[in-house]
C-alpha cells in the first residue's frame, strides 16, 4: 500500500542494530550529513536512520540532528527509537513497544500511547534507561536499555505523541548473559524482529498519513493565502476554522476558491458565520 506522506526516521545506536533497518529499505549514507552521526536514507526518501553511538545524550543530540537534516520538525513524521534491551525474564528474541519510559538518573517518565486501531500490536512493556549497561534487571517486567529516554523526550517537543515509539529487542536476560552478545547476534535478533513488526508497521504507517492528512492544508487554500493576501494573523485565523470545520463535519469546507470572498476579512467572517450556524461549536472556538 502506498502512504501518503508517510516518512519515518530511524534513531539507532549502534550499526549491528541498524543493519536489518537499513537493508530492508534500500538505505544509503547520506555523505552530506556530518560524520558525527551517520545517516542513511532510502532512495524514496520514506525512511532515513541515523547512528547515535551508546546513551541517552547521544541519542538525544541525534534524534535533534536527524529532525534537523531531514526537515522533519516542519511536517508531520513518524520516529522510532530501535535497538536492544534486556529483561529479567526469559525474553530473549522478543521484541516490545514501550508502554512507559522512565531515565534512572532522573525518575521523569514519558508514556507512549498505542497506535490508534491497532489490532496487531506487540506486547507494551516498562522501559528502564539506564547510564551504564547492568544485570541488575528491574522488576515487575521492566526492560532495560540506554537511549529511550533521551530520545523521547527530545522527540516529542515537534512531534505528535502517538507518532514516537520506541521498540526493543531482548538481547539479555538471566540465562543469556550480557557478556555473550556478538555484533552478528545484535543483526540476527533486530533483523527478525523487523519482520515479525511488519503488521505494526503497517497500521503506523497509516497512522501517520491519516494524522498528516488531518493538519494538512487542503489544496484550495494555497490559492486563498496566495490571491487574498492574508496577514500573518489572518493566515492563523483561517488555518483554525477549517480545522474546526473538518473537525465538525468531516469535509473540506464548501467553498474555498478566491473569487468567493471580496478580501481576507470577508472570507474570515463569512466562514465563522457558517461555522456559527452550528450550535455545537462554541462561539470562543470560532
Not at 74 to 91: E, K, L, Q
Not at 98 to 106: E, Q
Not at 145 to 163: D, K, P
Not at 175 to 201: N, R
Request: proline letters at 6%; aromatic letters at 8%; one cysteine or more.
Amino acid at each position: 500500500m502506498k502512504h501518503r506522506s508517510a516518512y519515518i526516521h530511524w534513531v539507532v545506536a549502534l550499526r549491528p542494530e541498524a543493519k536489518p533497518i537499513i537493508e530492508k529499505f534500500g538505505m544509503s549514507l547520506d555523505q552530506e550529513a556530518s560524520s558525527l552521526f551517520p545517516v542513511y536514507r532510502s532512495k524514496d526518501g520514506a525512511h532515513s536512520l541515523v547512528l547515535s553511538g551508546i546513551g541517552k545524550i547521544n541519542a538525544a543530540a541525534a534524534t535533534g540532528y536527524l529532525a534537523g537534516v531531514t526537515g522533519a520538525d516542519r511536517h508531520i513524521c513518524g520516529w522510532i527509537n530501535f535497538g536492544i534491551a534486556g529483561s529479567g525474564g526469559d525474553d530473549f528474541g522478543k521484541v516490545f513497544l514501550a508502554s512507559k519510559l522512565s531515565d534512572g538518573a532522573t525518575g521523569h517518565s514519558h508514556f507512549p500511547p498505542c497506535i490508534w486501531g491497532s489490532k496487531v500490536t506487540p506486547e507494551r512493556r516498562p522501559i528502564l534507561t539506564v547510564d551504564q549497561p547492568c544485570e541488575d534487571y528491574p522488576t515487575a517486567g521492566s526492560l532495560v536499555e540506554m537511549e529511550a529516554s533521551g530520545f523521547y523526550s527530545t522527540v516529542i517537543r515537534n512531534q505528535t505523541m502517538e507518532l514516537c515509539q520506541c521498540i526493543k529487542v531482548v538481547s539479555d536476560d538471566p540465562a543469556h548473559p550480557i557478556t555473550s552478545i556478538s555484533k552478528e547476534v545484535v543483526s540476527k535478533l533486530c533483523a527478525e524482529a523487523l519482520d515479525s513488526l511488519e503488521p505494526w508497521m503497517e497500521v503506523f504507517l497509516n497512522s501517520i498519513s491519516e494524522v498528516d492528512a488531518t493538519v494538512a492544508d487542503p489544496p484550495e487554500m494555497t490559492s486563498l493565502l496566495r490571491s487574498l493576501h492574508f496577514s500573518s494573523t489572518r493566515e492563523h485565523q483561517l488555518r483554525r476554522l477549517v480545522q474546526l470545520w473538518r473537525a465538525r463535519f468531516d469535509s473540506a469546507l464548501p467553498d474555498l476558491s478566491p473569487t468567493s470572498y471580496s478580501d481576507a476579512k470577508n472570507c474570515i467572517e463569512t466562514i465563522r458565520e457558517q461555522l456559527w450556524s452550528d450550535p455545537q461549536i462554541p462561539k470562543n472556538l470560532a
